[in-house]
């Protein structure tokens, strides 16, 4: 568990670094009603750092699984208009916002994907005015991450104290265990900041992807790409970092220039399902064919969700050697293991990862090649034999990547 100073530093790290509130604005926390001791942490260092006022909405994996389990599909198509105004009222009140991530990944397992799906695709839909914000950087948001119980028994099942375990890794992993956790997140920073310079300045026209378990995937990048590291900056101007922890740096590619194939190198968990050992196959930036050993209908639901989740709309480069791969832990969580993996992602791109992005229309980002969607869904195809390749438009080729760790 996350207690006392290691807990009080985290929030203060997240507050700072992560959403970097300023003084005078609001906050929402979503937050597990199980884990309510951290919203109560983040809340009150939120005020003493000079929020106008904390909003905490709460989340509980229990009555979500009733409520799929006992409703109906039409009733749970049914979106509140009271919900969609309460999100729709940060972006025009410029709050700040912070998810904590740290659901049971198999909370949902015995549900139907169908239900599911019909559930998640109404509230993305319902919700779109503010995924697109926060994806746009329209907002100052951060996603984070505290053990549950179910959680952390799913990581270590053999551990007598699981819940302790999972805390002290997610503490390394925030560099929570360094004399200055600011200080060491500023150099970390800097370092994903400079490979991303090196990126935007060579200006590759294609990434090839292969490895021994079978990817073989060409990705062409979208037109005028923009690589972006962990400092994001907002439409206010004030950078942010969006995940916590992050080893990445990403952009956008084109979403009619994929071709090939692509293999799982972790599992994914999706909605409280898990979906594993799956492969994807792309002609002209289409998913054409899948398969899934586990979760195969899950993959199904979110590959046919809309037009836009049949094609990729992002792709993020990160070493074996980060500190989230060298733990050798899997965490059950995309939050961390997106960050422990090369990785892609099926849905929406981020504006800001193409040249005046935010300032574009979806017609003018999809003219650049940049896709849209209502969902943006991350899985992980780095492997430590993971070989990466640049292509320029003069056909110069750059080894970026040999044997799953940065060659440059």
Same mark, same amino acid.
């Given at each position: 568990?996350?207690?006392?100073?290691?807990?009080?530093?985290?929030?203060?790290?997240?507050?700072?670094?992560?959403?970097?509130?300023?003084?005078?604005?609001?906050?929402?926390?979503?937050?597990?009603? &199980?884990?309510?001791?951290?919203?109560?942490?983040?809340?009150?260092?939120?005020?003493?750092?000079?929020?106008?006022?904390?909003?905490?909405? +709460?989340?509980?994996?229990?009555?979500?699984?009733?409520?799929?389990?006992?409703?109906?599909?039409?009733?749970?198509?049914?979106?509140?208009?009271?919900?969609?105004? @309460?999100?729709?009222?940060?972006?025009?009140?410029?709050?700040?916002?912070?998810?904590?991530?740290?659901?049971?990944? @198999?909370?949902?397992?015995?549900?139907?994907?169908?239900?599911?799906?019909?559930?998640?695709?109404?509230?993305?839909?319902? !919700?779109?005015?503010?995924?697109?914000?926060?994806?746009?950087?329209?907002?100052?948001?951060?996603?984070?991450?505290?053990?549950? !119980?179910? +959680?952390?028994?799913?990581?270590?099942?053999? &551990?007598?104290?699981?819940?302790?375990?999972?805390?002290?890794?997610?503490?390394?992993?925030?560099?929570?265990?360094?004399?200055?956790?600011?200080?060491? +997140?500023?150099?970390?920073?800097?370092?994903?900041?400079?490979?991303?310079?090196?990126?935007?300045?060579?200006?590759?026209?294609?990434?090839?992807?292969?490895?021994?378990?079978?990817?073989?995937?060409?990705?062409?990048? *979208?037109?005028?790409?923009?690589?972006?590291?962990?400092?994001?900056?907002?439409?206010?101007?004030?950078?942010?970092?969006?995940?916590?922890?992050?080893?990445?740096?990403?952009?956008?590619?084109?979403?009619?220039?994929?071709?090939?194939?692509?293999? @799982? *190198?972790?599992?994914?968990?999706?909605?409280?399902?898990?979906?594993?050992?799956?492969?994807?196959?792309?002609?002209?930036?289409?998913?054409?064919?899948?398969?899934?050993?586990?979760?195969?209908?899950?993959?199904?639901?979110?590959?046919?969700?809309?037009?836009?989740? *049949?094609?990729?709309?992002?792709?993020?480069?990160?070493?074996?050697?980060?500190?989230?791969?060298?733990?050798?832990?899997?965490?059950?969580?995309?939050?961390?293991?997106?960050?422990?993996?090369?990785? !892609?992602?099926?849905?929406?791109?981020?504006?800001?990862?193409?040249?005046?992005?935010?300032?574009?229309?979806?017609?003018?980002?999809?003219?650049?090649?940049?896709?849209?969607?209502?969902?943006?869904?991350?899985?992980?195809?780095?492997?430590?034999?993971? @070989?990466?390749?640049?292509?320029?438009?003069?056909?110069?080729?750059?080894?970026?990547?040999?044997?799953?760790?940065?060659?440059?």
């Amino acid at each position: 568990m996350l207690t006392g100073k290691v807990l009080n530093e985290y929030a203060k790290l997240v507050l700072k670094i992560g959403v970097n509130l300023q003084k005078g604005q609001g906050l929402e926390i979503i937050c597990p009603v &199980e884990k309510r001791t951290v919203a109560h942490v983040l809340t009150k260092t939120a005020y003493q750092l000079g929020a106008k006022i904390v909003n905490v909405r +709460w989340t509980d994996q229990t009555v979500d699984k009733m409520t799929f389990t006992y409703a109906d599909e039409k009733t749970l198509t049914e979106v509140p208009k009271w919900l969609v105004d @309460s999100k729709n009222y940060l972006v025009e009140n410029n709050f700040c916002y912070i998810a904590v991530s740290s659901e049971d990944p @198999s909370a949902f397992k015995k549900i139907p994907a169908q239900k599911i799906a019909v559930y998640s695709k109404a509230r993305s839909k319902a !919700l779109k005015k503010f995924s697109d914000t926060v994806m746009a950087n329209g907002i100052r948001w951060c996603v984070i991450s505290v053990p549950t !119980l179910a +959680w952390a028994k799913q990581v270590f099942p053999n &551990e007598k104290n699981p819940e302790k375990t999972l805390s002290l890794a997610i503490a390394k992993t925030m560099r929570l265990d360094t004399e200055n956790p600011t200080e060491e +997140w500023t150099k970390h920073v800097e370092t994903l900041d400079k490979r991303a310079e090196f990126l935007n300045q060579t200006q590759f026209e294609y990434l090839i992807f292969e490895n021994s378990i079978g990817t073989d995937l060409k990705v062409g990048l *979208a037109d005028d790409h923009v690589w972006l590291s962990a400092k994001e900056i907002a439409k206010d101007g004030l950078p942010f970092v969006a995940n916590m922890p992050t080893e990445e740096v990403f952009t956008a590619p084109h979403r009619l220039k994929v071709d090939g194939v692509l293999k @799982s *190198a972790m599992p994914l968990c999706e909605n409280g399902q898990i979906i594993d050992d799956f492969s994807i196959t792309f002609k002209d930036g289409k998913i054409t064919d899948f398969c899934a050993k586990k979760g195969y209908e899950t993959l199904k639901q979110l590959i046919n969700t809309d037009s836009g989740t *049949a094609r990729l709309g992002e792709v993020a480069l990160i070493g074996k050697n980060s500190p989230i791969a060298k733990s050798g832990i899997l965490f059950y969580n995309t939050l961390f293991d997106e960050n422990a993996s090369c990785h !892609l992602a099926i849905g929406k791109a981020y504006p800001t990862t193409i040249k005046n992005g935010n300032n574009l229309s979806v017609k003018e980002l999809l003219e650049k090649g940049a896709n849209d969607s209502v969902e943006h869904v991350d899985f992980m195809i780095g492997t430590k034999d993971l @070989s990466v390749r640049g292509i320029k438009k003069d056909g110069t080729e750059i080894v970026l990547f040999k044997d799953g760790e940065w060659n440059i």
